[in-house]
């Protein structure tokens, strides 16, 4: 991404005990790090938005914890279905 396709934008996190929890501590980010953030943005139209991932410059991706027990729930349920199918 371009500096001039760059914009700031303020991200909303999930609570900091569910954060903490999660494993994140204040080293999960850094101060001036520049991210690619994807979330749900503002119904206002500001630039504002609701975090659900992150990829940083070396391609580290950071997800919602949230959306990782998602995902994970997701996975049990395709290999139940999968056994179950296997079966009949």
Do not use: Y
């Amino acid at each position: 991404m371009t500096a001039a396709c760059q914009k700031i934008w303020t991200v909303e996190f999930d609570g900091r005990l569910h954060l903490s929890r999660a494993g994140w501590d204040r080293t999960t980010f850094t101060v001036g790090e520049s991210l690619e953030i994807t979330g749900n943005p503002a119904r206002s139209g500001s630039a504002m938005m609701f975090f659900n991932r992150s990829v940083d410059a070396s391609g580290k991706e950071i997800i919602r914890p949230r959306v990782e027990l998602q995902n994970s729930i997701e996975e049990q349920r395709r290999q139940r279905r999968a056994q179950r199918n296997a079966q009949n």
